[in-house]
Nanobody, 124 residues
Framework: QVQLVESGGGLVQAGGSLRLSCAAS????????MGWFRQAPGKAREFVAF????????NYADSVKGRFTISRDNAKNTVNLQMNSLKPEDTAVYYC?????????????????WGQGTQVTVSS
């Protein structure tokens, strides 16, 4: 069992930055690949970013590529999402998740544990 707690969300103006963090329980965090997803009102949850257990490989949705950076600190059991040049369309609840399946990294069904989410609101 893994528990995930996101933090760092808030209200920011377009063009601004936020840094989200996800704290994980347990001593096996370094064995998990991790992902960030987001869900805007009335829309399906969508993939944002992925990082392997070592941090050596990352992947991003096209909509955030070049603006968002995913990173992790295995000593602190945290995975982070640095979000720059934010746009109103980035407004959503952001979730971190543990990847446990072998399916595509952008598919929800590949992830088994989810946090409760943190709200990000970008004003124009």
């Amino acid at each position: 069992q893994v528990q995930l707690v996101e933090s760092g969300g808030g209200l920011v103006q377009a063009g601004g930055s936020l840094r989200l963090s996800c704290a994980a329980s347990g001593r096996t965090f370094s064995s998990y690949d991790m992902g960030w997803f987001r869900q805007a009102p009335g829309k399906a949850r969508e993939f944002v970013a992925f990082i392997t257990r070592s941090g050596a490989f990352t992947n991003y949705a096209d909509s955030v590529k070049g603006r968002f950076t995913i990173s992790r600190d295995n000593a602190k059991n945290t995975v982070n999402l640095q979000m720059n040049s934010l746009k109103p369309e980035d407004t959503a609840v952001y979730y971190c998740a543990v990847k446990s399946g072998s399916t595509n990294i952008s598919e929800l069904k590949a992830y088994s544990y989810w946090g409760q989410g943190t709200q990000v609101t970008v004003s124009s």
